[in-house]
């Protein structure tokens, strides 16, 4: 693997880990690097200067990304199988096909079973870069498996039993078999502010609005590319 194809490779692998703890909370200080290289691609979409345009990426940073997804993804796609293959290099501990499964669905915004790098960037300017309601509305759409407006216990635990299987069984501290579900609870009791038994939207904003955690993990991002 050539030098230039490393580099690409290192500086994807950290967005996604970075992108990984972000979406579970687990995003500190410590794990903010702004070390990213920047430079300049040999052969860039047609819609550079368009991305540009509508996302919140410079050119630059664009050309970066780009080299990167076109050495993972040479057709300039990609399909969900290759999506959990690339992604489970980040976690060989654990199984993370389920939670790729949902990071997959939440990037292919045009449901045609395909990621391309317009999908991708277009992501990753909301996660990155985005405004706090523009971040946290990604997130809830992640969360809401089917679409229908709101969150669900059955389907916030299809979540965290995708987070703790990608995270494996030797982790430490061990995690005991019923966590997802305590983690379920807790959400739910935090989140479900007229107690209906779902998350709204609106009940999601506000509830990670006023949690310390999640703002200050949000803001932390913002260093990431």
Same mark, same amino acid.
């Given at each position: 693997?050539?030098?230039?194809?490393?580099?690409?490779?290192?500086?994807?692998?950290?967005?996604?880990?970075?992108?990984?703890?972000?979406?579970?909370?687990?995003?500190?200080?410590?794990?903010?690097?702004?070390?990213?290289?920047?430079?300049?691609?040999?052969?860039?979409?047609?819609?550079?200067?368009?991305?540009?345009?509508?996302?919140?990426?410079?050119?630059?940073?664009?050309?970066?990304?780009?080299?990167?997804?076109?050495?993972?993804?040479?057709?300039?796609?990609?399909?969900?199988?290759?999506?959990?293959?690339?992604?489970?290099?980040?976690?060989?501990?654990?199984?993370?096909?389920?939670?790729?499964?949902?990071?997959?669905?939440?990037?292919?915004?045009?449901?045609?079973?395909?990621?391309?790098?317009?999908?991708?960037?277009?992501?990753?300017?909301?996660?990155?870069?985005?405004?706090?309601?523009?971040?946290?509305?990604?997130? %809830?759409?992640?969360? @809401?498996? =089917? #679409? /229908? &407006?709101?969150? !669900?216990? $059955? *389907?916030?635990?299809?979540?965290? +039993?995708?987070?703790?299987?990608?995270?494996?069984?030797?982790?430490?501290?061990?995690?005991?078999?019923?966590?997802?579900?305590?983690?379920?609870?807790?959400? %739910?009791?935090?989140? @479900?502010? =007229? #107690? /209906? &038994?779902?998350? !709204?939207? $609106? *009940?999601?904003?506000?509830?990670? +609005?006023?949690?310390?955690?999640?703002?200050?993990?949000?803001?932390?991002?913002?260093?990431?590319?």
């Amino acid at each position: 693997m050539s030098q230039c194809r490393k580099r690409c490779r290192r500086q994807i692998t950290k967005v996604a880990r970075y992108f990984y703890r972000f979406l579970t909370g687990t995003l500190t200080q410590d794990s903010v690097e702004d070390d990213f290289e920047l430079s300049t691609v040999c052969h860039r979409p047609e819609s550079m200067d368009k991305l540009e345009e509508l996302t919140k990426f410079t050119k630059k940073e664009l050309q970066v990304l780009y080299r990167g997804f076109k050495n993972e993804c040479p057709s300039g796609v990609v399909n969900e199988e290759n999506f959990k293959t690339i992604y489970s290099q980040f976690f060989p501990q654990g199984d993370s096909s389920m939670y790729a499964h949902f990071l997959f669905e939440a990037f292919d915004t045009n449901k045609n079973g395909s990621v391309s790098f317009e999908d991708f960037v277009f992501g990753l300017s909301i996660i990155l870069r985005g405004t706090i309601n523009d971040r946290l509305n990604w997130a %809830f759409n992640l969360y @809401d498996l =089917n #679409k /229908d &407006g709101c969150i !669900t216990k $059955e *389907e916030m635990l299809d979540i965290m +039993k995708s987070i703790y299987d990608m995270m494996g069984k030797y982790t430490y501290p061990t995690m005991q078999d019923d966590a997802p579900i305590e983690h379920v609870e807790s959400f %739910f009791q935090k989140m @479900d502010q =007229n #107690k /209906d &038994g779902v998350v !709204t939207i $609106e *009940e999601f904003i506000e509830s990670c +609005k006023k949690d310390e955690n999640i703002m200050q993990s949000m803001q932390l991002f913002d260093n990431v590319i």
